[in-house]
């Protein structure tokens, strides 16, 4: 929303061009009103910014994620994620804890709003989207409570990047309304495990690189994946998820 203030022109007198008059203090409350609370901009600004980066093609190219929509939600659902965990670890005893509170979901509601929108742009009709969102919302709390667990507990890359295969790199499909997006206890594909594996090591840089102080600010500096080598001869070998 424009931040200018509103000029109000007497209706009897000429319209000059440098004539203005500042507006009642009623109406400079009532616009306060609707103009969007820090927060919110702070929350959109993240989100935007955690787009961004799960949009880099090195992911679709060198790690192969597949470039569907299952996939591309599964790596927006890590970035946003890996942001929320990071600022709702922020201890009780910080002076910046209720405001990253807070920043944590304004950027939850913002995701949430996007994938609301995307729905409905797909063409998915009202009286189905309440039941989607939900389905959605429990994969995405899923997905972000063993991705901090797995950070909590320090299980290491070996386990992060068998979570990044089944998941971010299975290209679920959510419109299956009875599958949670997660395949577990099928044998992963070794080149599928070693990309996995790349990913992991990219995303315990970005848990320990994160700046709370900038993401209260608005700003996100994800580190640069990783350039991968490709080796197709190895993508018919089966590692055991055992």
């Given at each position: 929303?424009?931040?200018?203030?509103?000029?109000?022109?007497?209706?009897?007198?000429?319209?000059?061009?440098?004539?203005?008059?500042?507006?009642?203090?009623?109406?400079?409350?009532?616009?306060?009103?609707?103009?969007?609370?820090?927060?919110?901009?702070?929350?959109?600004?993240?989100?935007?910014?955690?787009?961004?980066?799960?949009?880099l093609p090195v992911f679709y190219?060198?790690?192969?994620?597949?470039?569907?929509?299952?996939?591309?939600?599964?790596?927006?659902?890590?970035?946003?994620?890996?942001?929320?965990?990071?600022?709702?670890?922020?201890?009780?005893?910080?002076?910046?804890?209720?405001?990253?509170?807070?920043?944590?979901?304004?950027?939850?509601?913002?995701?949430?709003?996007?994938?609301?929108?995307?729905?409905?742009?797909?063409?998915?009709?009202?009286?189905?989207?309440?039941?989607?969102?939900?389905?959605?919302?429990?994969?995405?709390?899923?997905?972000?409570?063993?991705?901090?667990d797995l950070w909590h507990e320090?299980?290491?890359?070996?386990?992060?990047?068998?979570?990044?295969?089944?998941?971010?790199?299975?290209?679920?499909?959510?419109?299956?309304?009875?599958?949670?997006?997660?395949?577990?206890?099928?044998?992963i594909p070794a080149a599928v495990?070693?990309?996995?594996?790349?990913?992991?090591?990219?995303?315990?840089?970005?848990?320990?690189?994160?700046?709370?102080?900038?993401?209260?600010?608005?700003?996100?500096?994800?580190?640069?994946?990783?350039?991968?080598?490709?080796?197709?001869?190895?993508?018919?070998?089966?590692?055991?998820?055992?």
């Amino acid at each position: 929303m424009a931040t200018h203030r509103l000029c109000i022109v007497r209706a009897y007198s000429p319209v000059r061009a440098n004539q203005r008059y500042v507006m009642h203090p009623f109406l400079d409350k009532l616009k306060s009103v609707f103009k969007p609370r820090p927060v919110k901009l702070i929350g959109d600004r993240l989100y935007a910014a955690c787009v961004t980066q799960s949009r880099l093609p090195v992911f679709y190219l060198d790690y192969g994620v597949d470039d569907a929509i299952g996939a591309r939600f599964e790596l927006l659902t890590f970035h946003v994620g890996l942001v929320v965990t990071r600022l709702k670890s922020l201890p009780g005893s910080d002076p910046r804890h209720d405001q990253a509170q807070e920043t944590a979901q304004a950027l939850f509601d913002s995701f949430l709003l996007a994938l609301d929108s995307t729905l409905r742009e797909q063409g998915v009709g009202d009286l189905s989207v309440p039941k989607k969102m939900k389905k959605l919302g429990q994969v995405i709390y899923t997905r972000l409570k063993r991705w901090d667990d797995l950070w909590h507990e320090n299980a290491g890359l070996a386990a992060a990047a068998d979570y990044t295969a089944r998941t971010i790199m299975a290209g679920s499909d959510y419109g299956d309304e009875e599958a949670d997006g997660e395949t577990r206890n099928e044998a992963i594909p070794a080149a599928v495990l070693e990309r996995a594996q790349a990913f992991a090591i990219y995303a315990q840089t970005a848990h320990d690189s994160f700046r709370a102080d900038e993401a209260l600010a608005g700003r996100l500096t994800f580190p640069r994946p990783a350039v991968l080598e490709n080796e197709p001869d190895s993508a018919n070998l089966v590692i055991s998820g055992e």
